[in-house]
Antibody, heavy 120, light 106 residues
Framework: QVTLKESGPGILQPSQTLSLTCSFS??????????VSWIRQPSGKGLEWLAT???????GYNPSLKNRLTISKDTSNNQAFLKITSVDTADTAIYYC????????????WGPGTMVTVSS | VQMTQSPSYLAASPGESVSISCKAS??????LAWYQEKPGKANKLLIH???TLQSGTPSRFSGSGSGTDFTLTIRSLESEDFAVYYC?????????FGSGTKLEIK
């Protein structure tokens, strides 16, 4: 059974760095073809793909945010991470991690999401 | 690639059939997925490759289309189907999503 769960700080101040953790089970990020992605949804807005990391450590970032994003993984502990630097109120959103399908850039399992609020 | 969903809101009664449209700003072949969002639950992949039902998706769901125009159809609505639906293209990088369609009980 594939499950994913996000965790984060809940609230942080503008200009800080947001650190998110995705803990998953039912698959391994050391298995060929497996990738984990981060996606977010600001309140009242649509979904936005942020970044993906794959089993061989390849990484992809949304060009609109690339300079601020860093994705990484801990294969031994079945975790993936995302850092976003210099946050502001526009980064307030629900952050999801999801497993990317092997055969295409869609997402076959999602976590429930974690709400992050950026506020002074 | 910009994805435009319509309508944004849709009200229907159990037993009815509904269709949701998703239009891409350029051709995406059949590289389109549909998801269901429900409060307190993880988003669920319903359909990929335009029309292929993901394992576990009820057969009352169907997807059609290719190129720029796609449709999600739900026949004989059940109470559990009232949710928000999103389309997503994965033909071009970065993957992008539609703005969602909220399906409400009439």
């Amino acid at each position: 059974q594939v499950t994913l769960k996000e965790s984060g700080p809940g609230i942080l101040q503008p200009s800080q760095t947001l650190s998110l953790t995705c803990s998953f089970s039912g698959f391994s990020l050391s298995t060929s073809g497996i990738c984990v992605s981060w996606i977010r949804q600001p309140s009242g807005k649509g979904l936005e793909w942020l970044a993906t990391i794959c089993w061989e450590d390849s990484k992809g970032y949304n060009p609109s945010l690339k300079n601020r994003l860093t994705i990484s993984k801990d294969t031994s502990n079945n975790q993936a991470f995302l850092k976003i630097t210099s946050v502001d109120t526009a980064d307030t959103a629900i952050y999801y991690c999801a497993r990317r399908a092997r055969i295409g850039w869609y997402f076959d399992f999602w976590g429930p999401g974690t709400m992050v609020t950026v506020s002074s | 690639v910009q994805m435009t969903q319509s309508p944004s809101y849709l009200a229907a009664s159990p037993g009815e059939s509904v269709s949701i449209s998703c239009k891409a700003s350029k051709s995406i072949s059949n590289n389109l997925a549909w998801y269901q969002e429900k409060p307190g639950k993880a988003n669920k992949l319903l359909i990929h490759s335009g029309s292929t039902l993901q394992s576990g998706t009820p057969s009352r769901f169907s997807g059609s289309g290719s190129g720029t125009d796609f449709t999600l159809t739900i026949r004989s609505l059940e109470s559990e189907d009232f949710a928000v639906y999103y389309c997503q293209q994965y033909n071009e990088y970065p993957p992008t999503f539609g703005s969602g369609t909220k399906l409400e009980i009439k």
